[in-house]
């Protein structure tokens, strides 16, 4: 966030937002999280319940998809805390009359691969995780060693205090200009931080707290979560809250300047619209 | 009308997403069949279990539980009634006649019966199960130290895996090719906590569950624990035996070091 120049043409200055380490591993991040979790989908089919503590309670799934026998036909149920909800058609029980249903968790085109195959889902998950965890790795050394971290993405003690004015100013978007324009708000920064800092790593270590290995090796593991199926159920709320935050962050890409923010994450560059009555 | 232009443009929403992940998909499918692809895939796999062996000890214990922590509900997942005429005769007579046969890289090749299994050193653990689908369940179990029986037999020098041969047919080929088997390494075969068991929650080892032995190998997953065990083999290599990668599940694709 230096090196400033105008450019007369777009009437806006120039600023070069994000460092090519921010950049890469940016894309890097989101190919691997699709790819895990298109394969993490694969491999909930193969048992898709959750539940709490140590070991399954077959009877009682904290949340379980499957089907119910509805006169004639099935149909697709997804069950949390005891309450059916119909999800025919997507989870549970997808597919048509046409090509024919096909009783499984999460629909074929969710899953990697999209046929039921939970030896070649694991492949691809613990082959991505690896990419996931250098990546990260390199992202985070990067950032604490660059000051990214502290100088980006650490919400000031007077921001966190003002935190309900810009949770007010963001129920109708309207996007900030001139200087403010050059860095993330309080919401932003929060939000980043806690994909970085929170929720990835939990994956990481919700995920080693699934392997009877690691389990011997660190059985701190199991105690972090509360026990095996505990710590799979967190790593599904987790990568719940991944999609989420992804959702949401495609949408202000979107509402914010959609070739600015594409050409800031891929150039570095991101023009900042000047600020009313300045210039 | 706006609202049915907005659920318009939901369906066409969803209908572009649908067709972007299924190319999206789709390609990810043709790269699953090529070589180049599972290859590097496999090297991942190699990372993994050379990560995980030198983080494991033979001193490290997979957890313990205690009888407040059974689960009242073993699931019995694979096979839970083996058809095969020799085991089903063994079977029936409670398996008074049936030996476990171990040989292969061994100084002295040995069979045992039940009852001189029994004679010997055994170990009751609680543990968990961890099934590759994603449950666990949490038993007791009570058997022999499968380190104790190779202490007896004595493994020659180049022997570096020890294979099970198990009497139950998994797969739907009708052949030789669907009997199910498995392998472990060496520093597994010799862990403390790896038992012939032919207990399980402190009653005689039910068929559901791998009468009359099954291995318990408990810092990998539930495939690894071979049930309904005859005969055991110690190799230099799995390059001979059946697919050539060390199991029934191995040989479509499953890991051969199940500790993920």
Redesign the interface.
Known sequence: MEAEETNPKRKGEVIYRHSATVRMTHWVNALVLL?LL?SGLQ??N??P?L?LG???D??NPILAMGTVEEGERLTGVTTIFGFAIPTHGVLGLSGDAESGYDERGFP???T???DRD???G???H??FA?LFLLNGLAYLLWSLASGHLRRDLTPSRNELKHIGASILEHARPKFPKGDEAKRYNVLQKLAYLAVALVLLPLMLLTG?A????????F?VL?DMFGG??SA?TIHFISATGIVLFVVVHLVMVLISGVWNNLRSMITGRYVIEPAEGKS | MSGARKLDRRGFLARGL?AA??AL?GG??EL?DQTWVKR???S??A??RVT?EA??SPQ????E?GEA?L?P?F?ANGSTNPDDPAYVAHAKNGFADWKLSIGGLVEAPLDLSLAELRAMPSRTQIT?H?????????GKWTGVKLGALFERVRLKADARYIVFHCADMLGSTGTEADRYYESIGLADAFHEQTILAYEMNGQTLPIAHGAPLRLRV????GYKMAKYVMRIEAVESLDGIRGGRGGF?ED????WYA??
């Open positions: 790819v298109m491999i909930f193969a048992h319940a539940y140590d070991k399954s077959f009877a074929w085109w969710s990697l691969p999209g939970l030896a070649m694991r492949r691809w613990f082959f690896w080693l699934m392997s009877p290995a690691m389990d011997a090796a059985p199991l095996r199926q799979r | 649908a992940s299924a998909l990810c499918e699953s590097a895939l496999e991942g796999e990372l993994t995980q983080l494991l490290t214990l997979a957890r539980y922590d689960s509900e699931r968990r961890d099934c590759v689908e994603g449950w666990s369940c949490i408990e810092r990998q997953l599940w479509l694709g499953y890991e500790g993920i």
